[in-house]
């Protein structure tokens, strides 16, 4: 059975950073673009970050570039998100996915396993 657990959320203040882990079991992902998402109170889901199977190349969405970095190893099955420089529009919670193809795409649609999510928050 295929798990993801996200871990490392929590409240920070503005300015303040986080480091975001989702952990997989199950089965092994090297094969598979993994991406972290978002979705604040009456917002749609959205794409936050992605990587590549081997880790060699990484997409961000425009509102996170040059704050969040992702990075993956997958010996330990386990991609993280450093988050710094947060904003209060940072604040949702944050899913780690796995994409169904080897090309990452940026739609929740392309990915079929989630984790439970991790509240992340930042205070003013």
């Known amino acids: 059975q295929v798990q993801l657990v996200e871990s490392g959320g929590g409240l920070v203040q503005a300015g303040g950073s986080l480091r975001l882990s989702c952990a997989a079991s199950?089965?092994?992902?090297?094969?598979?673009?993994m991406g972290w998402f978002r979705q604040a109170p009456g917002k749609e889901r959205e794409f936050v970050a992605g990587?590549?199977?081997?880790?060699?190349?990484?997409s961000y969405a425009d509102s996170v570039k040059g704050r969040f970095t992702i990075s993956r190893d997958n010996a330990e099955n386990t991609v993280y998100l450093q988050m710094s420089s947060l904003k209060p529009e940072d604040t949702a919670v944050y899913y780690c996915?796995?994409?169904?193809?080897?090309?990452?795409?940026?739609?929740?649609?392309?990915?079929?396993?989630w984790g439970q999510g991790t509240q992340v928050t930042v205070s003013s």
């Open positions: 199950g089965r092994t992902f090297s094969s598979n673009p």
């Open positions: 990587i590549t199977g081997r880790g060699m190349s990484t």
């Open positions: 996915a796995v994409s169904k193809y080897n090309i990452m795409y940026r739609r929740p649609s392309d990915f079929d396993y």
